[in-house]
Protein backbone atom coordinates (compact mmCIF):
# COMPACT_ATOMS: atom_id res chain seq x y z
CA UNK A 1 0.00 0.00 0.00
CA UNK A 2 1.48 3.49 -0.88
CA UNK A 3 0.99 6.54 0.97
CA UNK A 4 -2.43 8.12 0.29
CA UNK A 5 -3.68 11.09 2.80
CA UNK A 6 -7.10 10.28 2.03
CA UNK A 7 -6.85 6.52 3.12
CA UNK A 8 -4.94 7.57 6.56
CA UNK A 9 -7.04 9.23 8.47
CA UNK A 10 -8.49 6.75 10.57
CA UNK A 11 -7.65 5.98 14.16
CA UNK A 12 -4.64 3.57 14.61
CA UNK A 13 -4.99 4.04 18.26
CA UNK A 14 -7.99 4.27 20.29
CA UNK A 15 -8.37 5.23 23.76
CA UNK A 16 -9.32 3.49 27.20
CA UNK A 17 -12.83 3.95 28.36
CA UNK A 18 -11.33 4.24 31.70
CA UNK A 19 -8.92 7.17 30.86
CA UNK A 20 -6.63 8.61 32.53
CA UNK A 21 -5.81 5.25 34.55
CA UNK A 22 -3.58 6.45 37.04
CA UNK A 23 -3.28 10.32 38.66
CA UNK A 24 -1.85 11.48 41.51
CA UNK A 25 -5.37 10.73 43.63
CA UNK A 26 -4.09 6.96 43.12
CA UNK A 27 -0.46 8.08 44.48
CA UNK A 28 -0.22 6.44 48.33
CA UNK A 29 2.18 9.86 49.32
CA UNK A 30 1.50 13.03 48.68
CA UNK A 31 2.38 14.30 44.55
CA UNK A 32 1.50 16.84 41.88
CA UNK A 33 1.61 15.07 38.93
CA UNK A 34 2.55 11.61 37.70
CA UNK A 35 3.04 10.82 34.11
CA UNK A 36 5.65 9.42 31.09
CA UNK A 37 5.84 6.14 32.00
CA UNK A 38 7.69 3.22 30.44
CA UNK A 39 5.43 -0.12 30.58
CA UNK A 40 7.15 -3.58 30.69
CA UNK A 41 5.70 -6.85 31.85
CA UNK A 42 7.16 -8.17 34.75
CA UNK A 43 6.44 -12.10 36.68
CA UNK A 44 2.91 -11.77 34.95
CA UNK A 45 2.26 -8.32 35.63
CA UNK A 46 2.43 -5.33 34.05
CA UNK A 47 4.84 -2.75 35.48
CA UNK A 48 4.41 1.29 34.58
CA UNK A 49 7.84 2.78 35.39
CA UNK A 50 6.60 6.14 36.17
CA UNK A 51 7.93 9.83 36.40
CA UNK A 52 6.62 11.02 39.35
CA UNK A 53 6.54 14.95 40.48
CA UNK A 54 6.82 16.32 44.15
CA UNK A 55 5.36 18.77 45.44
CA UNK A 56 8.71 20.51 45.07
CA UNK A 57 9.03 20.37 41.26
CA UNK A 58 11.50 17.33 41.59
CA UNK A 59 10.78 14.42 39.97
CA UNK A 60 11.66 10.90 40.33
CA UNK A 61 10.17 7.12 39.32
CA UNK A 62 8.03 4.89 40.72
CA UNK A 63 6.82 1.72 39.76
CA UNK A 64 3.18 0.94 39.76
CA UNK A 65 1.86 -2.79 38.76
CA UNK A 66 -1.33 -4.30 37.64
CA UNK A 67 -2.45 -7.68 36.66
CA UNK A 68 -4.11 -6.39 34.10
CA UNK A 69 -2.41 -3.81 32.88
CA UNK A 70 -5.80 -1.78 32.89
CA UNK A 71 -6.94 -1.71 36.57
CA UNK A 72 -6.44 -2.22 39.85
CA UNK A 73 -2.90 -0.65 40.02
CA UNK A 74 -0.53 -0.53 42.78
CA UNK A 75 2.35 2.40 43.20
CA UNK A 76 5.15 1.17 45.37
CA UNK A 77 4.61 2.88 48.56
CA UNK A 78 7.47 5.37 48.21
CA UNK A 79 10.07 6.54 45.37
CA UNK A 80 11.05 3.46 43.24
CA UNK A 81 14.36 4.82 42.23
CA UNK A 82 14.77 8.29 43.48
CA UNK A 83 17.59 11.12 42.81
CA UNK A 84 20.76 11.31 45.09
CA UNK A 85 22.67 14.07 44.35
CA UNK A 86 25.12 13.70 47.67
CA UNK A 87 26.48 10.71 45.15
CA UNK A 88 24.93 11.30 41.92
CA UNK A 89 25.50 15.21 41.21
CA UNK A 90 23.85 15.33 37.56
CA UNK A 91 20.63 14.50 39.42
CA UNK A 92 20.40 17.30 41.35
CA UNK A 93 17.65 18.77 40.06
CA UNK A 94 15.62 15.32 39.73
CA UNK A 95 15.02 12.33 37.52
CA UNK A 96 12.99 12.41 34.52
CA UNK A 97 11.04 10.15 31.54
CA UNK A 98 12.81 6.64 31.88
CA UNK A 99 13.22 3.95 29.06
CA UNK A 100 13.56 0.58 29.91
CA UNK A 101 15.21 -2.31 27.82
CA UNK A 102 15.23 -6.01 28.95
CA UNK A 103 19.05 -7.39 27.81
CA UNK A 104 18.33 -10.97 27.39
CA UNK A 105 22.06 -11.67 27.54
CA UNK A 106 22.80 -10.16 30.30
CA UNK A 107 20.40 -11.12 32.49
CA UNK A 108 18.83 -7.59 33.59
CA UNK A 109 16.95 -4.34 32.76
CA UNK A 110 18.79 -1.15 31.77
CA UNK A 111 16.93 1.65 32.70
CA UNK A 112 17.56 4.62 30.88
CA UNK A 113 16.29 8.03 32.14
CA UNK A 114 17.35 11.78 32.11
CA UNK A 115 19.13 13.34 34.93
CA UNK A 116 18.82 16.52 35.65
CA UNK A 117 22.03 18.46 36.81
CA UNK A 118 22.81 22.51 37.24
CA UNK A 119 24.15 22.52 34.07
CA UNK A 120 20.91 21.03 31.82
CA UNK A 121 19.58 17.68 31.44
CA UNK A 122 22.16 14.61 30.53
CA UNK A 123 21.21 11.00 29.94
CA UNK A 124 22.69 8.45 32.64
CA UNK A 125 21.82 4.75 33.35
CA UNK A 126 21.13 2.46 36.05
CA UNK A 127 20.31 -1.48 35.59
CA UNK A 128 18.14 -3.62 37.91
CA UNK A 129 16.88 -7.51 37.97
CA UNK A 130 13.85 -6.87 39.90
CA UNK A 131 13.08 -2.99 40.02
CA UNK A 132 13.58 -3.08 43.70
CA UNK A 133 17.19 -3.14 43.65
CA UNK A 134 19.09 -0.57 40.86
CA UNK A 135 22.72 -0.63 40.44
CA UNK A 136 23.47 3.15 39.01
CA UNK A 137 26.16 3.38 36.02
CA UNK A 138 25.86 7.25 35.95
CA UNK A 139 26.04 9.71 33.15
CA UNK A 140 26.69 8.53 29.51
CA UNK A 141 26.16 11.54 27.53
CA UNK A 142 27.16 14.89 28.26
CA UNK A 143 24.53 18.12 29.42
CA UNK A 144 22.03 19.15 26.54
CA UNK A 145 21.10 15.68 26.07
CA UNK A 146 17.96 13.42 26.69
CA UNK A 147 15.98 10.63 25.85
CA UNK A 148 17.75 7.28 24.66
CA UNK A 149 17.12 4.38 22.91
CA UNK A 150 18.14 1.04 22.68
CA UNK A 151 18.46 -1.29 20.20
CA UNK A 152 20.28 -5.30 19.96
CA UNK A 153 21.64 -5.36 16.44
CA UNK A 154 22.85 -9.06 15.66
CA UNK A 155 25.25 -8.55 12.87
CA UNK A 156 26.77 -5.77 15.04
CA UNK A 157 26.58 -7.58 18.27
CA UNK A 158 27.05 -3.49 19.51
CA UNK A 159 24.08 -2.21 22.32
CA UNK A 160 22.75 0.65 20.23
CA UNK A 161 21.42 3.90 21.93
CA UNK A 162 19.21 6.92 19.99
CA UNK A 163 19.83 10.53 21.31
CA UNK A 164 17.67 13.66 20.97
CA UNK A 165 17.50 17.13 22.02
CA UNK A 166 20.95 18.16 20.30
CA UNK A 167 21.22 20.93 18.14
CA UNK A 168 22.28 20.46 14.49
CA UNK A 169 24.48 23.43 12.66
CA UNK A 170 21.18 25.54 11.94
CA UNK A 171 20.31 25.54 15.76
CA UNK A 172 17.61 23.20 14.75
CA UNK A 173 16.96 20.24 17.33
CA UNK A 174 17.59 16.31 15.89
CA UNK A 175 17.82 12.97 16.74
CA UNK A 176 20.82 11.42 16.91
CA UNK A 177 22.00 8.17 16.80
CA UNK A 178 25.15 6.99 19.37
CA UNK A 179 26.46 3.54 19.47
CA UNK A 180 28.28 1.47 22.52
CA UNK A 181 29.59 -2.10 22.47
CA UNK A 182 29.41 -2.60 26.20
CA UNK A 183 27.15 0.44 27.69
CA UNK A 184 30.72 2.20 29.10
CA UNK A 185 31.93 3.65 26.04
CA UNK A 186 29.69 6.12 23.53
CA UNK A 187 30.37 7.78 20.25
CA UNK A 188 30.23 7.52 16.21
CA UNK A 189 27.13 9.94 17.03
CA UNK A 190 24.82 9.65 13.39
CA UNK A 191 21.91 11.83 12.64
CA UNK A 192 19.19 9.34 12.63
CA UNK A 193 16.04 11.69 11.68
CA UNK A 194 16.00 15.24 11.09
CA UNK A 195 13.55 17.80 12.45
CA UNK A 196 11.85 18.84 10.00
CA UNK A 197 11.28 22.83 9.18
CA UNK A 198 8.80 25.33 8.44
CA UNK A 199 4.78 24.37 9.13
CA UNK A 200 4.95 20.56 10.20
CA UNK A 201 3.74 18.86 13.03
CA UNK A 202 7.55 17.77 13.78
CA UNK A 203 9.24 21.05 12.94
CA UNK A 204 12.03 22.15 14.49
CA UNK A 205 12.15 19.48 17.58
CA UNK A 206 11.53 15.41 18.05
CA UNK A 207 12.25 13.05 20.49
CA UNK A 208 12.35 9.30 21.18
CA UNK A 209 9.12 7.96 22.49
CA UNK A 210 8.73 4.32 22.86
CA UNK A 211 11.60 1.77 22.85
CA UNK A 212 11.80 -0.21 19.36
CA UNK A 213 9.56 -2.30 18.76
CA UNK A 214 11.64 -5.68 15.98
CA UNK A 215 9.42 -6.00 13.36
CA UNK A 216 9.78 -8.60 10.49
CA UNK A 217 9.33 -5.00 8.55
CA UNK A 218 12.05 -3.22 9.95
CA UNK A 219 12.60 -1.38 13.77
CA UNK A 220 9.66 0.15 14.57
CA UNK A 221 9.72 3.23 16.64
CA UNK A 222 7.21 5.74 17.97
CA UNK A 223 8.74 9.52 18.22
CA UNK A 224 7.40 12.91 19.29
CA UNK A 225 7.16 15.87 17.24
CA UNK A 226 6.49 19.48 18.51
CA UNK A 227 4.62 22.21 16.84
CA UNK A 228 5.47 25.98 17.73
CA UNK A 229 1.72 27.81 17.65
CA UNK A 230 0.77 31.26 18.76
CA UNK A 231 -0.71 29.78 21.83
CA UNK A 232 1.99 27.35 22.91
CA UNK A 233 3.94 23.77 21.69
CA UNK A 234 1.42 20.97 20.70
CA UNK A 235 3.04 17.27 21.13
CA UNK A 236 1.87 14.69 18.87
CA UNK A 237 3.51 11.13 17.85
CA UNK A 238 4.53 9.96 14.64
CA UNK A 239 6.29 6.61 13.45
CA UNK A 240 9.22 5.28 11.49
CA UNK A 241 10.72 2.38 10.38
CA UNK A 242 14.32 1.33 10.37
CA UNK A 243 16.43 -1.54 9.04
CA UNK A 244 16.87 -4.44 11.00
CA UNK A 245 20.24 -5.08 10.29
CA UNK A 246 21.51 -1.52 10.19
CA UNK A 247 19.44 1.13 12.36
CA UNK A 248 20.89 4.51 10.84
CA UNK A 249 18.76 3.36 7.67
CA UNK A 250 15.58 5.16 7.42
CA UNK A 251 13.41 3.02 5.41
CA UNK A 252 10.27 4.86 6.08
CA UNK A 253 8.63 7.66 8.17
CA UNK A 254 5.14 8.94 8.42
CA UNK A 255 4.40 12.53 7.18
CA UNK A 256 1.41 12.89 9.22
CA UNK A 257 1.00 12.53 12.96
CA UNK A 258 -0.49 9.49 13.86
CA UNK A 259 -2.00 10.62 17.57
CA UNK A 260 -2.26 13.58 19.00
CA UNK A 261 -4.01 15.56 22.26
CA UNK A 262 -7.73 15.70 21.67
CA UNK A 263 -9.22 15.24 24.88
CA UNK A 264 -9.81 16.97 27.83
CA UNK A 265 -6.93 15.21 30.13
CA UNK A 266 -4.46 15.50 27.19
CA UNK A 267 -5.41 19.32 25.97
CA UNK A 268 -5.12 20.78 30.08
CA UNK A 269 -2.80 20.43 33.07
CA UNK A 270 0.25 21.41 34.10
CA UNK A 271 1.77 21.58 29.97
CA UNK A 272 -1.30 21.62 28.05
CA UNK A 273 -1.67 19.71 24.95
CA UNK A 274 0.46 16.72 25.06
CA UNK A 275 0.67 13.05 24.59
CA UNK A 276 3.83 11.49 25.84
CA UNK A 277 4.94 8.16 25.11
CA UNK A 278 7.45 6.02 26.99
CA UNK A 279 6.02 2.71 26.63
CA UNK A 280 3.86 0.12 24.63
CA UNK A 281 3.44 -3.57 25.78
CA UNK A 282 2.51 -5.47 22.47
CA UNK A 283 0.74 -8.95 23.05
CA UNK A 284 0.48 -10.86 19.72
CA UNK A 285 -1.49 -8.43 17.44
CA UNK A 286 -2.66 -5.99 20.28
CA UNK A 287 -0.25 -2.38 21.68
CA UNK A 288 -0.89 -0.76 24.82
CA UNK A 289 0.59 2.52 24.86
CA UNK A 290 0.40 4.19 27.98
CA UNK A 291 1.51 7.67 27.68
CA UNK A 292 1.80 10.79 30.05
CA UNK A 293 -1.23 13.39 29.09
CA UNK A 294 -0.86 17.21 29.47
CA UNK A 295 1.99 16.40 32.14
CA UNK A 296 -0.28 15.60 34.81
CA UNK A 297 -2.01 11.83 34.63
CA UNK A 298 -1.10 8.31 32.74
CA UNK A 299 -3.86 7.43 30.18
CA UNK A 300 -3.56 4.12 28.11
CA UNK A 301 -4.44 3.55 24.12
CA UNK A 302 -5.05 0.51 22.35
CA UNK A 303 -4.20 -0.27 18.66
CA UNK A 304 -3.15 -3.47 16.29
CA UNK A 305 0.78 -4.23 14.90
CA UNK A 306 -0.55 -5.15 12.17
CA UNK A 307 -2.13 -1.46 11.23
CA UNK A 308 0.81 -0.05 12.53
CA UNK A 309 3.10 -1.81 9.92
CA UNK A 310 0.53 -1.44 7.34
CA UNK A 311 0.68 2.38 7.37
CA UNK A 312 3.96 2.78 8.16
CA UNK A 313 4.98 0.68 4.88
CA UNK A 314 2.72 2.49 2.87
CA UNK A 315 4.32 5.63 4.13
CA UNK A 316 7.11 7.89 2.05
CA UNK A 317 11.04 6.73 1.72
CA UNK A 318 13.69 8.00 3.70
CA UNK A 319 14.29 9.91 6.84
CA UNK A 320 11.81 12.67 5.74
CA UNK A 321 14.57 15.61 5.35
CA UNK A 322 12.21 18.99 4.88
Known sequence: MRYAPDNHFRELFKRHDANPILTCLDWPYPVNSVFQPRAVMVSGQCLLLARVEDRRGF????????????????????PTLAPRPEEYPEETWGIEDPRVTWMEDLGFWVVAYTAYSEVGPLVSLATTEDFVNFRRLGPVMPPRTRMPLFFRSSSRQVCDAAQTCACDGRGRKAHLDIFSPDLKHWGDHQLLLPAR???????????????????????????????????????????????????????????????????QYERTGDVDDVVFACGWVVNDDEIRLYYGCADTCIALATGKLSHLLEYVTGCPEGNGRD
Open 59 to 78: SHLCAARSPSGLYEWEPDES
Open 197 to 263: RGGWWDANKIGVSTPPLRTPEGWLILYHGVAETVAGCIYRLGVALLDLEDPTVVLRRSPEWIFGPKT
